[in-house]
């Protein structure tokens, strides 16, 4: 029985590594900013953040694996403050790390990391030179895979390192922007999008990600995984398969690429949209990973292609949309809509 540290353990992603784990009979220790939303047995959490030094170094003693979850997302809109959590947070607990001799340390990173992917890119493998960051939120995440990458360069310690990069999670209790997607479907409204959706976009299940993570540990390896469905379409395919399984009379309205961009650019720095450059400069482009170095290296398969995990998580909305909270992590919440009220009155 090892022991494994979730940092962000009442985040969307965090929170189901700590069930999979007790599932497998793991002892498991939670941190977060926020008070404990999780109710498991084998389980300590304590209210820590990830950049109290010496906090994070004394409750590294006596762990086996770290799951570095926790980090400040796109919704956030968080400006100077991603760099604290994402870049200097990460380099707290990787330090600690060390110094208590942890075996694995797994560090959630992002596919905003890659920025404008253009379809020439795709799929896009595990270290394209060429592909950089367009916004704050994904430079933060880059830099925090640069303090990864230096440690397996290196590789001066016993800690062995892994750099996971998710496409898209989705799965049950995911909401944040996927919260309107869903609503407007369930009520019949028309479903926007940036360009013609003819693009190739590439969603990943919370288990896909979560079954990575742990492989990653058990393993022992320093390396690098992109992680998305290996069953995917286009992402006008996807909504539409998604409007059928819900039985509604949505239907998708496209919207010309440049003045979209334009438009949401403005809403954004006026603060009346939820929307941030990660959204609108690249949901309407191609983008999909080359997993061949996950599947191989950790003999691993993923469980759920894009139409699965939509209607899992559509159906997770449908059932619980009377008892949805602002109170949690942004990908398990409801979303301060702001103009977007406006627009769905027309939609």
């Not at 640069?146 to 390192?161: A, G, L, P, V, Y």
Request: charged share 25%.
């Amino acid at each position: 029985m090892s022991t494994h540290l979730v940092t962000g353990s009442n985040g969307f992603l965090g929170s189901f590594i700590i069930k999979e784990l007790i599932a497998k009979g793991e002892n498991v220790i939670g941190i977060d900013l926020t008070n404990n939303q999780n109710n498991f047995q084998n389980f300590k959490f304590f209210k820590i953040d990830i950049l109290d030094k010496d906090k994070i170094n004394e409750i590294l003693k006596g762990v086996d694996y770290v799951h570095h979850t926790a980090a400040l997302v796109p919704l956030k809109k968080a400006g100077k403050k991603f760099w604290e959590t994402n870049v200097l947070g990460t380099k707290i607990i990787v330090e600690a790390s060390k110094i208590n001799k942890i075996k694995h340390f797994s560090h959630i990173s992002s596919s905003a990391v890659f920025g404008n992917v253009e379809k020439k890119d795709c799929p896009i493998g595990i270290d394209p030179k060429h592909l950089h960051p367009i916004e704050i939120y994904g430079k933060s995440k880059k830099e925090g895979e640069d303090i990864i990458k230096k440690e397996i360069e290196n590789n001066d310690s016993s800690t062995t390192f892994s750099i996971l990069r998710p496409r898209t999670v989705i799965g049950s209790e995911r909401l944040g922007i996927f919260e309107v997607l869903f609503e407007w479907i369930s009520e019949g409204k028309n479903i926007f999008i940036i360009g013609d959706g003819s693009n190739l976009f590439q969603f990943v299940h919370i288990q896909d990600i979560s079954d990575v993570s742990i492989l990653s540990c058990y393993r022992n390896k320093s390396d690098i995984y992109n992680v998305g469905s290996e069953n995917f379409s286009t992402l006008e395919d996807a909504i539409n398969n998604l409007i059928k399984f819900a039985k509604t009379k949505s239907k998708i309205k496209k919207l010309p690429i440049g003045l979209s961009i334009s438009l949401l650019r403005l809403l954004d720095i006026l603060k009346l949209s939820p929307l941030g450059p990660w959204h609108y400069l690249t949901y309407h482009k191609d983008f999909y990973y080359d997993l061949s170095n996950t599947c191989q290296k950790l003999k691993w398969k993923s469980k759920y292609s894009n139409d699965e995990m939509l209607k899992e998580s559509y159906l997770w909305y449908i059932e619980n949309k009377d008892y949805l909270s602002e109170n949690k992590s942004l990908h398990k919440s409801k979303l301060k809509k702001g103009i977007l009220k406006i627009i769905k009155f027309f939609a």
